[in-house]
């Protein structure tokens, strides 16, 4: 089985930067797909994007352009940077794995089928 561990939630100001960690273990890891989700209070949850060992990533459409995944095979970590915080990001993050699948590359989004605890986001001035 593999265990995800999410870090880094704050409270950060609109339009700050904040860089969130995950750090996996478990087999076969350098095979699954890994990313981020998230989910607001009374929303369903929704993708972020993914990465595959290979550095292929997805980030879905309206967030590319202020979401940033990475991964580092060697650590087994995935990182989330946001910039330009917005109040709709508000929400509880969650590290993610596709564990049924080998994967080398990303088209066309992401799938995932088990989740870290989540960390919290928060924006406030």
């Known amino acids: 089985q593999v265990q995800l561990v999410e870090s880094g939630g704050a409270s950060v100001q609109p339009g700050g930067s904040l860089r969130l960690s995950c750090v996996a273990s478990?087999?076969?890891?350098?095979?699954?797909?890994m990313g981020w989700v998230r989910q607001a209070p009374g929303k369903q949850r929704e993708e972020i994007g993914c990465v595959a060992s290979t550095g292929s990533t997805h980030v879905v459409e309206s967030r590319k352009d202020r979401f940033t995944i990475s991964r580092d095979n060697d650590k087994n970590t995935v990182d989330l940077q946001m910039n330009s915080l917005e109040p709709e990001d508000p929400a509880v993050y969650y590290c993610?794995?596709?564990?049924?699948?080998?994967?080398?590359?990303?088209?066309?989004?992401?799938?995932?089928?088990?989740w870290g605890q989540g960390t919290q986001v928060t924006v406030s001035s």
């Open positions: 478990g087999p076969n890891l350098n095979y699954r797909l």
């Open positions: 993610a794995i596709d564990e049924r699948h080998i994967v080398v590359g990303v088209s066309g989004g992401c799938s995932f089928d088990s």
